[in-house]
């Protein structure tokens, strides 16, 4: 902008021209400025525009300029957090282009269609047509951008209303761009008013056309995407986004966008429990937005800071008073900002560090001085909220209140989640009840190990974890694009592959597939519901399904292992130990059985690792079940895992040889399995994937236990022929490469002829198989988000609907997995449910074949 200021210097320039480009350069000059140094220095810069304004003899040219800069300057101001000023700012230039486009309506000519009730005309209006279009174009962005700065003051109906508006107008006058910052915007609003699915929705449209018509304007857009996926406790999503647009937000030199991405990851870095990456970027966010002479968006980096200080200050005996003065002195300063939902978020912070200071009355006075809670409060500052006053009870000695907050905090989260939809959306809100529903668990386990204590903690462990499971899936809208993203997603995964096999660069196609994967994701996420609720189930509804089998349904508090067992028309609790050193064996066990599972290992180095898999599986047994074996006798046991426990194959643990084992990620998810009210299936369908050695003859062999199986063959086994073979099939057996993804658990796959199927799909096969065998490596794994939820391959069968599904929790090499799979269908075929065939055929060899049977066994 400089050197084109340079340049009108040289002589000769006509004096008008002259000026009309000085005064453009200038203007965008103010913009550079405000963002690479201080919001004064770009005010000041327009100033100094409007000065030199006057002397532009086109008055027209003079109104339609003005404009602009004033524009500028009301997007300069509400972007540091001045939102009153730029909305006025706005109110007079709204109302100037309106009065502006009247007067050419009722100019000599012919009057086109306008919109109504806008007075605004339609495209057919007499004048020059550019002059009309721009005009217009001013008049969308100005309306666009109050109705972001409405949004940012939680004027909600205003928000909307002027952004609606701006589309209408954009769509009207063909300006597709300024349609899409419209929509961009709407995201903003509906997200700050807390329904996330639909900011999602606009997130998704806008990004549409951003792609097409504007990429640059798509940094903006992932960090408000980020913002939306924290508040849903996608934290490491949102983290991976954000970590892909700060260095070209850095590049670019977009001083707010900057520091906001680097607020945000701050956010995202907390909830993940980085403490030290969430206080670096808060630091980083907040020097940068004193510096931009933003003190509102300077305070909000404030916020995550004190919250780091405050988690680090409540692991002390005696926390420091001076962490208290700060979170009041910061709450006054919000306050003073205007941040009232901020304000009281600072309050109840020092007041849960003066509980923890001993100091219950001052707490309580600290939380008179918090507001009743907003319909558009975010939800984490109200379970923060339920979290101290919880608190706050238990250090008055009131149990019964602290446990009242406790549950309606969880039925407040459960409402919001309700409303999701997409599986990744629906588990991830778990982290804001994680604090909770640990309380509420911990203060059941001080209560004693009576009959009556062990149901209570039975109840709130249902109300605390894998409540994806709890969901009875409905059809989704988006289902037939999100196939086109997965198809896309497919094709960029086997083009990386032959890259890499060929030694080609794979840099850019890694980068299309992540992008890929993100927008499949995303609209997932802006789906409607995933599903209609179920009720938790109580403890008598669990004994009543049981009928002679045995469930045991452990849970972690601090680093005390318990289990709750249910047997017998009794629920007993039994206190197990060290919650760490089981979460060690566990993993070590896990180590073991992958390393066992090529074909051909040598035999001694067979001996050495299998002889260190069974000392691993001893030590979970004598941990794990032997405290539990007068209980539970001889049955067949159905186990409810936590933590690191998924990973463990059970049929490997002595205890469980021989002995049919079902695992569930909750009793609420066993008892929805083994209802009886699902949809009619029939017949056995038989898959057989490219690249396994044995999978040739053991594909054959099963149809020979299935008279009327429908058999895929290498060839005909493509994604769309399985997934349709799927729907509505009773028995599905398919054996195929496997690979779980931890990072990224919906995109977990099977490998067939033409690609990858992943979760994402089988998760929305209309009519789930009732049985499915995955004969492949790793598919049982889950990744298990705050609150014990679960989520992979196999996860998403049973969320969408199958009853019982057998995976393997570890690899498994294709001679001992064909040799399995052989024995578990001839049990089948002889009559034995899922869960007893499993026991027989593991029993053969445990360690070697480490399948699981989950569901509904």
């Known amino acids: ?20 480009v000085r005064t453009r350069l200038r203007n965008t000059l103010a913009f550079c400025l405000a963002e690479t140094g201080n919001v004064d220095d770009g005010l000041t810069q327009l100033a100094g525009v409007d000065q030199e304004l006057s002397g532009l003899r086109d008055e027209a040219l003079r109104a339609q300029l003005s404009t602009k800069v004033n524009l500028n300057r009301a997007a300069l101001l509400c972007r540091v957090g001045r939102v009153d000023e730029g909305v006025a700012q706005l109110d007079l230039e709204i109302d100037r282009s309106e009065r502006r486009l009247a007067a050419r309506r009722t100019a000599p000519g012919v009057p086109g269609q306008g919109i109504p009730g806008s007075g605004v005309p339609g495209p057919g209006v007499s004048g020059p047509g550019a002059a009309d279009t721009e005009a217009v174009d001013l008049l969308a962005l100005a309306l666009s951008n109050r109705g972001n700065a409405h949004g940012e003051a939680h004027r909600v109906d205003r928000a909307v209303r002027d952004l609606d508006r701006a589309v209408a107008l954009a769509r009207t006058h063909d300006l597709p761009l300024r349609a899409a910052i419209a929509e961009h915007a709407l995201g903003n609003v509906v997200q700050r008013a807390g329904d996330i699915p ?8 806008a990004s549409r056309a951003f792609q097409e018509l504007e990429p640059g304007l798509l940094l903006r857009l992932r960090i408000d995407q980020a913002e939306a996926m924290i508040s849903v406790g996608l934290a490491d999503e949102a983290g991976r986004l954000l970590d892909e647009v700060l260095p070209e937000l850095r590049r670019q030199r977009i001083g707010q966008d900057v520091a ?4 945000f990851r701050a956010a995202a870095a907390l909830q993940d429990g980085d403490l030290v990456l969430a206080k670096r970027m808060a630091g980083a966010a907040q020097r940068k937005l004193l510096r931009r002479g933003s003190p509102a968006w300077a305070a909000v980096a404030g916020l995550i800071a004190l919250r780091v200080d405050v988690s680090k200050a409540l692991g002390f005996r005696w926390p420091p008073a001076r962490v208290v003065a700060r979170a009041i002195a910061l709450s006054a300063e919000l306050a003073a900002l205007k941040l ?14 003066e509980i923890r200071r001993g100091a219950p009355d001052r707490a309580a006075d600290l939380l008179r001085g918090v507001p009743t809670t907003r319909r558009i409060t975010p939800i984490d500052h109200r379970m923060l909220l339920r979290l101290c006053r919880a608190e706050l009870a238990l250090a008055r000695g009131n149990r019964r209140v602290a446990l009242a907050q406790a549950k309606a905090g969880l039925a407040e989260l459960g409402r919001m989640r309700d409303r999701l939809g997409g599986l990744e959306l629906v588990s991830g809100t778990a982290v804001h009840g994680r604090e909770l529903g640990e309380l509420a668990v911990r203060l059941v386990l001080d209560g004693g190990d009576s009959t009556a204590n062990a149901k209570r903690l039975f109840t709130w462990l249902e109300r605390t974890r894998a409540q994806l499971y709890r969901y009875d899936p409905v059809e989704s809208d988006a289902d037939s694009e999100l196939g086109e993203r997965i198809a896309e997603v497919r094709r960029l995964s086997r083009a990386l592959l032959r890259a890499r096999l060929d030694g080609l660069p794979t840099a850019r196609l890694e980068v299309l597939l992540k992008a890929g994967q993100r927008a499949a994701n995303q609209l997932g996420w802006s789906a409607t519901p995933w599903g209609t609720p179920r009720p938790v189930v109580t403890a008598e509804e669990v004994l009543a399904r049981l009928t002679g089998r045995a469930m045991v349904s452990y849970a972690i508090a601090g680093d005390e292992l318990t289990a709750v067992v249910l047997v017998d028309d009794r629920v007993r609790l039994v206190r197990l130990g060290s919650a760490a050193a089981v979460t060690e064996d566990a993993r070590r066990l896990h180590a073991d059985l992958d390393a066992l599972a090529p074909d051909h290992l040598p035999p001694p180095l067979l001996g050495v690792i299998s002889a260190s898999a069974r000392r691993e599986a001893e030590k979970l047994d004598r941990v794990l079940l032997r405290p539990l074996a007068p209980m539970i006798g001889d049955r067949e046991l159905v186990v409810v895992p936590t933590g690191t426990l998924y990973v463990v194959p059970w049929g490997v643990l002595p205890t469980c040889a021989n002995r049919p084992t079902t695992a569930v990620p909750s009793a609420t998810a066993w008892v929805s399995a083994v209802r009886e009210d699902r949809h009619p299936a029939g017949g056995v369908l038989l898959v057989r994937g490219p690249g396994l050695q044995a999978a040739q003859g053991e594909i054959d062999l099963l149809a020979g236990y299935h008279g009327d199986a429908k058999l895929l063959g290498v060839a005909e086994a493509k994604v769309g022929a399985v997934l349709e073979a799927l729907d509505g099939v009773k028995l599905a057996h398919i054996a195929a490469h496997g690979e779980h993804e931890p990072e990224n658990a919906l995109f977990s796959r099977l490998e067939l002829v033409d690609g990858a199927m992943f979760a994402h799909e089988v998760g929305r096969v209309r009519h789930p198989p009732h049985q499915v065998v995955l004969a492949a490596c790793e598919l049982a794994l889950n990744r298990v988000r705050p609150g014990d939820e679960p989520l992979g391959f196999a996860g998403a069968l049973l969320a969408g609907g199958a009853r019982t599904v057998i995976a393997a929790s570890s690899r498994v090499g294709d001679q001992p997995s064909a040799a399995a ?28 074949r480490p399948f699981v049977c989950l569901g509904s066994g």
Not at 260 to 263: D, F, G, P, Q, W
Request: a negative charge; aromatic letters at 4%; glycine letters at 6%.
């Open 198 to 205: 639909a900011a999602l929705r606009h997130y998704q449209d």
């Open 260 to 263: 906001e991405a680097e607020l």
């Open 340 to 353: 009232a939902d901020q304000a009281a978020f600072a309050l109840v912070l020092a007041a849960r560090v």
């Open 1 to 20: 902008m400089r050197r084109g200021l340079a340049l009108l210097e040289i002589p000769g320039i006509d004096p008008q021209e002259r000026l009309e």
């Open 821 to 848: 799979m052989a024995d578990f269908h001839r049990n089948l075929s002889g009559g034995a449910s899922p869960a007893v065939a499993l026991a027989d055929a593991v029993a053969v060899d445990p360690l070697r």
